[in-house]
């Protein structure tokens, strides 16, 4: 895959039509889904040994069968991303009104994660108190 080609996939994953999705009718309203999206993405490749090492560097790490003038290289690239739903805009005649989306996973991940930040910051303070 080339560069071309890999912007081209990002540029697909992460178009307005991920952050909104596909507008519905139902019971006479207009529901059209909202989502948060996030991604990011990398690549590299070589095709000269490194300026920063010496051939001498790489004794050891070199296979018996290669000659020592030979040094291994490559390319490689990736893209990883999250879509989230956040809610629904509702649109009634004129009116149009915001409906959260309630993960509740992600509340009681988040609530896990303050009452332990809670107890350890107790348990320190305990310590020092008795030092």
């Given at each position: 895959m080339d560069v071309k080609e890999l912007l081209a996939r990002v540029?697909?994953?992460?178009?307005?039509?991920?952050?909104?999705?596909?507008?519905?009718?139902?019971?006479?309203?207009?529901?059209?889904?909202v989502a948060v999206v996030a991604g990011g993405g990398g690549g590299g490749g070589s095709d000269n040994p490194s300026p920063h090492s010496h051939p001498n560097e790489l004794d050891g790490l070199l296979e018996d069968d290669l000659a020592r003038d030979e040094v291994p290289s490559g390319s490689g690239g990736g893209f990883g991303g999250?879509?989230?739903?956040?809610?629904?805009?509702?649109?009634k005649g004129e009116d149009v009104t915001w409906v959260p989306a309630v993960n509740v996973?992600?509340?009681?991940?988040?609530?896990?994660?303050?009452?332990?930040?809670?107890?350890?910051s107790a348990s320190r303070g305990r310590r020092r108190r008795h030092t």
């Open positions: 540029g697909e994953n992460l178009s307005v039509s991920r952050s909104f999705g596909v507008a519905y009718k139902k019971d006479g309203l207009l529901i059209i889904p999250v879509v989230m739903p956040v809610g629904a805009y509702v649109v996973t992600l509340i009681a991940l988040a609530a896990l994660s303050v009452l332990r930040v809670l107890i350890r």
